[in-house]
């Protein structure tokens, strides 16, 4: 029996020494970042001047090669859908608009590899009635140090209505329509447009409306003395205060 019992242990205590030691640990760096997709340089905002108005795009989806997102243009707000590859040292993107609005079409947008800048070109649906358009399109720095400067963050009131820019490109105008010269309509009407800031004024195309005719407005921005902050808005007769939270 004891003979039986010692064999025993020392199986145990050979088979112990005999198992294959454990597969020592990788070190790994904390510091290694991840790589991130090229495709994924694409999202972002673009300005461009199309036809003589600003349009901008915004790429906010991508996956492979595939992207989406939309554009705004005189108030005209569509969506955008296609797919971009890799040229040398280019991106191509095309992208198509839904093709249920007359002004529907297709865009061509060959990037720089850093997707900073891109030569466009747009093709529309009806060829009869519309006309094929060629821009340029540079990606919008949105700088925090200057947005207390600019018509972003808050809306701008007045006794007709209200004012809001977005950092997209576009605008809305929430707006009681006069019916005397004392007193206002008692629905709203959304208006909307598209607006860029030149310096110290902002410039507004609207879509069809009856508030603004000419579709084209010059807003001059008010500010506080030393000039960091704006205060308000003056323009189309109307004086616009900035409304902040407090």
């Known amino acids: 029996m004891k003979y039986i019992t010692a064999t025993l242990v020392c199986a145990v205590i050979l088979g112990a020494c005999s198992a294959p030691a454990s597969a020592p640990a990788i070190a790994t760096d904390s510091t290694a970042v991840a790589t991130k997709p090229p495709e994924e340089n694409a999202e972002g905002i673009y300005?461009?001047?199309?036809?003589?108005?600003?349009?901008?795009?915004?790429?906010?989806?991508?996956?492979?090669?595939?992207?989406?997102?939309?554009?705004?243009?005189?108030?005209?707000?569509?969506?955008?859908?296609?797919?971009?590859?890799?040229?040398?040292?280019?991106?191509?993107v095309t992208l198509n608009e839904p093709g249920d609005h007359p002004f529907d079409g297709h865009f061509k947008l060959v990037f720089d590899k850093e997707f900073t800048t891109a030569k466009g070109h747009w093709e529309p649906l009806d060829k009869k009635?519309?006309?094929?358009?060629?821009?340029?399109?540079?990606?919008?720095?949105?700088?925090d140090e200057?947005?207390?400067?600019?018509?972003?963050?808050?809306?701008?009131?007045?006794?007709?209505?209200?004012?809001?820019?977005?950092?997209?490109?576009?605008?809305?105008?929430?707006?009681?329509?006069k019916v005397t010269d004392s007193s206002y309509a008692e629905q709203s009407i959304t208006l909307k447009g598209t607006w860029?800031?030149?310096?110290?004024?902002?410039?507004?195309?609207w879509q069809?409306?009856?508030?603004?005719?000419?579709?084209?407005?010059?807003?001059?921005?008010?500010?506080?003395?030393d000039k960091t902050y704006s205060t308000g808005l003056e323009g189309e007769n109307i004086t616009f205060n900035k409304m902040i939270a407090g």
């Open 47 to 92: 300005k461009g001047d199309f036809g003589g108005a600003p349009i901008f795009i915004t790429i906010n989806y991508t996956s492979q090669n595939h992207l989406a997102g939309y554009n705004v243009h005189k108030g005209l707000r569509r969506n955008l859908s296609g797919a971009l590859k890799q040229e040398g040292d280019s991106w191509v």
């Open 146 to 177: 200057n947005r207390d400067a600019s018509v972003l963050n808050y809306p701008f009131t007045s006794e007709q209505g209200e004012m809001y820019f977005n950092e997209d490109g576009s605008c809305l105008f929430d707006y009681y329509s």
């Open 196 to 205: 860029e800031q030149k310096g110290d004024t902002v410039h507004v195309n």
């Open 129 to 143: 009635t519309l006309q094929e358009k060629s821009f340029t399109l540079s990606r919008v720095k949105l700088a």
């Open 208 to 225: 069809p409306n009856e508030q603004f005719p000419k579709r084209n407005s010059i807003f001059i921005l008010q500010f506080n003395e």
